[in-house]
């Protein structure tokens, strides 16, 4: 039996090795600018870890809402950072002007 | 002729029958910040008589909806003035517009329960409408400050969104 394992021990060494290489090292921050009601990008891509920082220029409150999920308020003229914890793909809209809408794709790291 | 005077005469010719119809060839930024600012202030002043007078939940959200947004771009209205150093000017077409929202409260007021509610909605339908035109057409062309176009074009954003939103509510309301 261990020797059986210590044979398949190597290649998944080096596999985990070009994961590691692979995958980036630090976690990252993500600007999502907010601007004459729109999200941009309005397409995020991101890993778990990484920040995004809601950046609000307009003189209005936004959110970045999903629905049945969670809610980032973003006051007028503001920056709010959020943490993304989880791995997941979700669109998100302004709750208080429902044209607004955006995409936030997180992949585990 | 440009396309820009081609939307403004389009702009002009859909409102012809309104207020705006006085407005000047190519308004002064002065005058356009107070235009703006008055328009903001009217449906203020609507949508806070909406919210005492409705009972219908979709009709008063939608009129705080409206009192949280105006009053916010007002209020960044006031302060860009400021800060240019403009004095707001009282025009011919800020006169009509408040002129035509005296009259238009006075017939809501006169008007109760679900009369109210499709008349206040109908008419915020109108009134966007007609503001959005203006922007579109006539104030964000002729705005010569770069802040105040930039403000405009954000209010034309959020206004265009308040014409959807009213649009829906009173597709509900039928």
């Known amino acids: 039996m261990m020797r059986a394992a210590s044979r398949f021990l190597p290649p998944v060494a080096v596999l985990a090795s070009?994961?590691?290489?692979?995958?980036?090292?630090?976690?990252?921050?993500?600007?999502?600018?907010?601007?004459?009601?729109?999200?941009?990008?309005?397409?995020?891509?991101?890993?778990?870890?990484?920040?995004?920082?809601?950046?609000?220029?307009?003189?209005?409150?936004h959110t970045a809402t999903v629905k049945g999920g969670w809610e980032v308020m973003i006051p007028a003229k503001k920056t709010v950072s959020r943490k993304l914890e989880t791995a997941e793909a979700v669109d998100f809209y302004c709750r208080f002007h429902p044209n607004m809408t955006g995409r936030l794709t997180v992949e585990a790291r | 002729m440009s396309a820009r005077s081609l939307a403004a005469l389009a702009a002009l010719c859909l409102i012809g029958s309104t207020a705006f119809a006085t407005a000047q060839d190519k308004p002064t930024d002065p005058q356009i910040a107070h235009i703006a600012y008055t328009a903001g202030a009217i449906d203020i002043e609507a949508a806070k008589l909406a919210v005492r007078k409705s009972k219908t939940q979709a009709v008063v959200d939608f009129a705080n909806d409206m009192i949280r947004d105006h009053e916010a771009v007002n209020v960044q209205a006031l302060e860009l003035v400021k800060k240019l150093g403009v004095t707001p000017q009282d025009n011919a077409t800020s006169q009509a517009?408040?002129?035509?929202?005296?009259?238009?409260?006075?017939?809501?007021?006169?008007?109760?329960?679900?009369?109210?509610?499709?008349?206040?909605?109908?008419?915020?339908?109108?009134?966007?409408?007609q503001v959005n035109g203006a922007l579109e057409g006539l104030l964000i062309p002729s705005a010569q400050n770069a802040e105040l176009k930039d403000l405009l074009e954000t209010g034309l954003k959020l206004f265009q969104g308040h014409q959807a939103h009213a649009e829906h509510v009173a597709a509900e309301l039928k």
């Open chain 1, 18 to 61: 070009m994961l590691a290489a692979a995958v980036p090292a630090q976690a990252g921050t993500i600007q999502v600018v907010i601007e004459k009601l729109a999200f941009s990008p309005a397409e995020i891509s991101a890993h778990v870890g990484d920040t995004i920082e809601w950046i609000n220029k307009d003189p209005l409150a």
């Open chain 2, 97 to 129: 517009l408040g002129k035509a929202a005296a009259d238009e409260r006075a017939r809501l007021s006169a008007l109760d329960g679900a009369a109210f509610d499709r008349a206040y909605v109908d008419n915020e339908v109108a009134y966007h409408k």
